[in-house]
């Protein structure tokens, strides 16, 4: 231990005499291991624990597959969950949920809360209890369904001013009384977004269904059970129930995955290319630091040579020289801990509200203890890392060569010179693949912003209803209701169009249901014929500017009494009726015994993309609303100036419709889109400023190269000079040194930006395999920088006076 403090102490002696190469190093090692640190928290908080879970390891999500279609993330039916939970002998405990999105009314203003109805093992299965009172368990189903919630601690601190008196009390949700039983911890948000928890309401009718998929399980495996020992045993109920209701389940199977893997597995790509990136940046700057450890050792040649006379030991010299670089990457550490923690306040300032209610584990983003652990490691290796060449040529120094140089007056091996270059080629090389990289996903992003969707998304204002079952239980009011809503906002100064749909296109919010063509042939068992169902009011085609091919669109004389009709998309008219008009043939949703009433088609529209992502358009029916009225909707209101201007009065409209409705989610189309591409453009704003950091300490390596590389030839250039050579002829001696190590480097690094390009293309949606303008755009940069950074001291070697280098040294 006296060893090593004696260590540190000659360590902080040296680096102290040299402040303006500790000063330099420190700022390059914070930036390198700053931006590792804001990237391993986004990973420690969306990866490692994005929800307070006990054993998370032990919690599974069980979807249904359908294999032949490649449907690998079907909810489940109710009476399939019943068998699971019934069967199973590897799980502990199995629970469903679905969601119940209420109308908070009595409290003032109406207000949407996002809640969930759960099973009676709901909480137990994530091993969550109640902050204050308890959670919803097996009493409040032995008779019936009790009408009992548990709330978020965030709504109860923000709605219901942190009351500890809130248990049995009520809150009148869509219209009827439900009593408080419990608040949640402050950490619990699972699903994301929910505010309000009620047990799950299904009667004998729906507990048999098989053919209905709504329920999203989990489930808690047996102490000592693997995850494939649960998948092993649904896997043999799933081919039970197969037998036994071929019907229904005839090729379909079951998923089990990690509930945290399963939620995160989004975030998992974009956070793995991240942390490669930043993992890069701490690369080049462990190669910067060194390059300045190697320029700096020629001035500490004489001190090593006079040690080692002196009966110091070699393996002694080389640990206090990785002490002195540990130290030095410390202090980078301790430096990078605030830019890391500054970046990340930057970031999630910017982040949209929907990011925040919809990705796992944003909202616990910061650097903690966990992260500081993580720094401190990382200081450490970088230390080493970086030190470690200096100390090893220092180890090798030779007395007599020592003295060869003094008398000379030469500098630093040149083996240390090929190091050194080397290192510079490796920094341009790396820089240059961050830089493509980045440049690949911000035109990535950009490609997938400005794609063709199929509607203009342009000067549309958009919010979301959801009546109440309670009030709206009558189809007629349904219809009603949005009828004098659409009427009251086309009235208003400025609107062009509204209308209601089912739900808003390049959102998240669709579902596919199993449909059935009349001149078909059936479905085969366990197949399914699946598309996008949507109800819409007539106006909107119109709103979205979305086009009508053949045929009509949904009009007004379409109303509950008329026959039944249907638009569909042209994607589903060339699936089930290739080369021929649809015009006139009838589809159902639902099998074709099914009680689902056929609907002719009326026309057909252009194709619409559901989400930014979707590398193929899904067949879409549109019904009149009049026809199929469903309480939860979405309204677009298109007007020729700025949308949120309206937002207030279209509030107000609703109100005057129904002072009890609550009006939610306002936002432009325009932001709808963009929020579901937010979390490419985070990432895409986080490669840009590592590639950005890449830049600099690249230009800043060549800068240090050939700073030295003049330094040390001083005399030689003095003699070049005495001998006649001009100014330009020295210019083009250092720069033409310098521009080859960064032409070695553009090369390398452009051979391997190729391959990160296709690996990308692979990990990440919408990244392009090749874009010459980015290849060629950042080569040329990059170029233009390493010129600069070599030309500065190049420009200062031309200056030297040849009487004074020929007295150097």
Not at 194 to 205: S, V
Not at 545 to 551: E, W
Not at 606 to 631: G, H, I, N, W
Request: aromatic share 8%.
């Amino acid at each position: 231990m006296s060893t090593l403090l004696q260590d540190l102490k000659y360590g902080l002696r040296m680096l102290a005499k040299s402040p303006g190469f500790t000063a330099v190093a420190v700022l390059t090692l914070a930036l390198g291991i700053g931006a590792n640190t804001a990237v391993f928290s986004s990973v420690n908080a969306l990866l490692l624990h994005p929800f307070a879970f006990k054993d998370s390891d032990q919690i599974m999500a069980v979807w249904e597959t359908v294999p032949k279609q490649n449907e690998s993330h079907v909810s489940a039916s109710p009476a399939n969950f019943r068998d699971w939970r019934e069967q199973n002998k590897t799980f502990e405990l199995l629970a469903a949920h679905h969601g119940w999105s209420v109308n908070l009314t009595g409290t003032g203003f109406a207000e949407r809360l996002e809640g969930y109805r759960v099973t009676s093992d709901f909480f137990s299965v994530l091993g969550v209890a109640a902050q204050l009172g308890r959670t919803i368990g097996a009493g409040d189903f032995q008779s019936g369904y009790a009408k009992v919630v548990n709330l978020s601690h965030g709504f109860w601190e923000r709605k219901l001013g942190a009351d500890p008196m809130i248990m049995g009390k009520t809150l009148l949700l869509d219209g009827e009384k439900f009593t408080v039983i419990g608040v949640m911890p402050a950490d619990f948000d699972f699903p994301m977004g929910a505010e309000a928890w009620a047990p799950l309401d299904l009667n004998a009718a729906e507990q048999a269904d098989r053919s209905n998929h709504y329920l999203r399980v989990i489930g808690r495996l047996k102490t000592g059970v693997s995850r494939s020992r649960g998948q092993a045993d649904l896997d043999a109920i799933a081919a039970h129930l197969a037998q036994q209701y071929p019907a229904t389940n005839a090729g379909h199977g079951v998923r089990v995955v990690g509930l945290v893997e399963d939620l995160t597995s989004d975030s998992r790509q974009f956070l793995r290319v991240l942390m490669g990136s930043a993992v890069f940046v701490l690369l080049l700057a462990c190669a910067n630091v060194a390059n300045l450890q190697l320029a700096r050792a020629s001035t500490r040649e004489k001190e090593i040579a006079i040690r080692l006379a002196l009966g110091a030991r070699r393996r002694t010299i080389v640990r206090q020289l990785l002490v002195e670089s540990v130290l030095l990457a410390l202090l980078g550490g301790a430096a990078g801990v605030p830019l890391a923690a500054w970046g990340l306040e930057l970031s999630l300032r910017s982040v949209p509200p929907f990011i925040l209610q919809h990705v796992p584990g944003v909202k616990l983003t910061s650097v903690d203890s966990s992260v500081l652990a993580f720094t401190l490691m990382v200081a450490t290796l970088t230390g080493i890392l970086a030190g470690l060449a200096h100390a090893l040529r220092a180890s090798r120094t030779d007395l007599n060569e020592v003295l060869k140089q003094a008398v000379r007056g030469g500098g630093y091996a040149s083996g240390s010179h090929r190091l050194r270059a080397v290192l510079v080629v490796c920094e341009v090389a790396l820089a240059l693949v961050l830089l493509v990289g980045a440049g690949l996903m911000v035109e990535g992003f950009r490609n997938l912003l400005n794609a063709n969707p199929g509607f203009d998304r342009n000067h549309v204002l958009t919010f979301s209803v959801a009546l109440p079952e309670s009030k709206y239980r009558d189809p007629d009011r349904v219809r009603d209701f949005y009828d004098q809503v659409i009427q009251k906002l086309e009235a208003l100064p400025g609107v062009e169009s509204a209308a209601a749909v089912t739900s808003l296109p390049g959102g998240w919010s669709w579902n596919r249901s199993e449909y059935t063509a009349d001149d078909q042939p059936p479905a085969a068992p366990g197949e399914l014929r699946l598309a996008f169902s949507q109800s819409i009011s007539p106006d909107f085609f119109r709103a979205l500017r979305i086009p009508v091919l053949r045929g009509r669109s949904i009009a007004l004389q379409d109303g509950p009494n008329a026959p039944r009709v249907v638009v569909i998309s042209d994607s589903m008219a060339r699936r089930i009726w290739p080369n021929q008009d649809p015009l006139g043939k009838r589809i159902k949703f639902g099998r074709a015994e099914s009680g689902e009433p056929w609907c002719t088609v009326v026309g057909v529209v252009a194709d619409v993309k559901q989400s930014p992502f979707d590398t193929e358009v899904y067949p879409t029916a549109y019904f009149p609303l009049t026809q199929q009225p469903r309480p939860f909707s979405a309204v677009v209101v298109r007007t020729p100036g700025d949308p949120l201007a309206l937002a207030a009065v279209a509030r107000s409209e609703m109100g005057n419709v129904d002072p009890d409705q609550a009006t939610f989610d306002i936002r432009t189309l325009d932001q709808v889109v963009s929020d579901n591409l937010s979390g490419v453009e985070s990432s895409a704003q986080m490669m840009l400023a590592f590639g950005f950091i890449a830049l600099v300490l690249a230009g800043s390596g060549i800068f240090a190269v050939v700073a030295y590389s003049v330094l040390q030839r001083t005399h030689e250039i003095g003699v070049r000079m005495a001998l006649g050579a001009r100014r330009a002829e020295v210019l083009r001696l250092v720069m033409g040194h310098a521009m080859k190590l960064a032409l070695m480097g553009l090369v390398s690094g452009a051979a391997c930006a190729l391959g990160l390009s296709h690996a990308l293309s692979s990990e990440l949606f919408g990244v392009l395999r090749m874009d010459a303008a980015v290849f060629a755009g950042f080569t040329v940069l990059l170029a233009f920088v390493a010129a600069l950074a070599a030309y500065i001291p190049a420009r200062r070697a031309t200056k030297v006076d040849p009487m004074v280098a020929l007295r150097y040294e």
